[in-house]
């Protein structure tokens, strides 16, 4: 048996065990050393954690986008990031008139809905066209064919908001009753923190009974695990299958207003971090498992706020916060080394091609 073992492994394994053997190490030494050396204290700890729960609250909602899509389609709809942008973008619009109007200040409730609605709206739009003229024709395609298909739609939506709405950074008006925070003891979180953390969860727990326990829900279920099937069960696929698009898109234009409000920048090209970010967690969890998506979200926020001071600071790394991205995809790495499938795994690993 050990040699059958011994035979099996060979020097890419070998490399690999290295690596990964190497960059927990680096973890542990620089997390003890962090720790052991206390230069933070106890709420700057707190405040690098419920940073990083509503930054992952973001991620989340928009790698539930792409682990719909993946669960119904088997294709990553890598123009996701744009249908993100795009609901942001526009409503920037709505809000900086509310804003010089006063009705933002004034109604600040009803105006924060309306800009929800129009970028949900806006997003749920380009979302169903990008299904409707981009992936739909090439449905039997073999898989290469629809992925270049989602990169092209990228650039395309990209460079037509350029087009429409410029090049230039935007700034989100600032909205008045959503500034300062709430303090309890070493406990401190902002306000805009507890508006973008509540609403990510009422949306993911939404979206959870909706595919648990309704029937609309349970149709998408079965044409994940195989469309023919369905279709001869009574199931109107391409109906479930644009239904998805509109629920991905949905979610992904309130998370560009939730991230809006939180980084108060929008421009054309806003979506190719976070939308990167979004698929990360999407494998991080086990892309085509909702919740899945919603747990490599938040521990993605949370690696990326806690991590670069936590396991760097102690090596004594000059700008341990610029190095962020890369603790953000090292996780991804540790983590396709010991568990390819994802933290939650691929619920739809024997599914028909």
Request: hydrophobic letters at 55%.
């Amino acid at each position: 048996m050990m040699q059958r073992f011994l035979n099996r492994i060979n020097f890419t394994d070998i490399a690999l065990g290295i690596i990964g053997a190497g960059l927990v190490g680096l973890i542990v030494i620089g997390s003890f050393k962090t720790l052991a050396e206390g230069n933070y204290t106890t709420r700057q700890w707190l405040d690098f954690v419920v940073f990083g729960i509503a930054q992952g609250s973001i991620y989340a909602l928009i790698a539930l986008g792409y682990t719909l899509v993946y669960g119904i389609l088997r294709m990553i709809n890598f123009a996701h990031s744009e249908v993100f942008m795009s609901g942001a973008f526009t409503a920037y619009f709505a809000a900086d008139a509310m804003a010089k109007s006063g009705f933002l200040r004034a109604n600040t409730f009803i105006a924060i809905l309306i800009l929800f609605a129009i970028a949900m709206a806006t997003s749920v739009l380009i979302g169903v066209l990008v299904e409707r003229i981009a992936y739909r024709p090439l449905r039997r395609a073999p898989r290469l064919v629809p992925l270049i298909t989602a990169i092209g739609a990228s650039f395309f939506l990209q460079y037509t908001f350029k087009g429409l709405y410029g090049d230039q950074f935007k700034a989100y008006p600032e909205i008045a009753a959503l500034k300062g925070s709430y303090t309890f003891g070493d406990f401190n979180i902002t306000k805009i923190q507890i508006v973008v953390i509540l609403s990510a969860a009422l949306l993911m727990l939404g979206l959870y009974l909706y595919v648990q326990y309704t029937k609309a829900g349970k149709a998408m279920r079965a044409v994940s695990e195989d469309k023919d099937v369905a279709a001869l069960m009574g199931i109107d696929v391409d109906a479930i299958i644009v239904r998805t698009f509109v629920i991905g898109a949905a979610l992904a234009g309130a998370a560009g207003i939730l991230y809006a409000i939180t980084f108060r920048q929008v421009n054309f090209f806003m979506g190719f971090v976070p939308g990167i970010k979004a698929f990360t967690a999407a494998v991080l969890g086990g892309i085509g498992n909702i919740p899945g998506a919603m747990v490599g979200g938040l521990f993605l926020g949370l690696f990326e706020s806690v991590g670069p001071i936590l396991f760097l600071d102690g090596l004594n790394v000059p700008a341990p916060y610029q190095l962020k991205d890369v603790i953000a995809f090292t996780l991804l790495v540790l983590v396709l080394l010991f568990r390819p499938s994802g933290i939650l795994g691929e619920r739809l690993a024997q599914k028909k091609a």
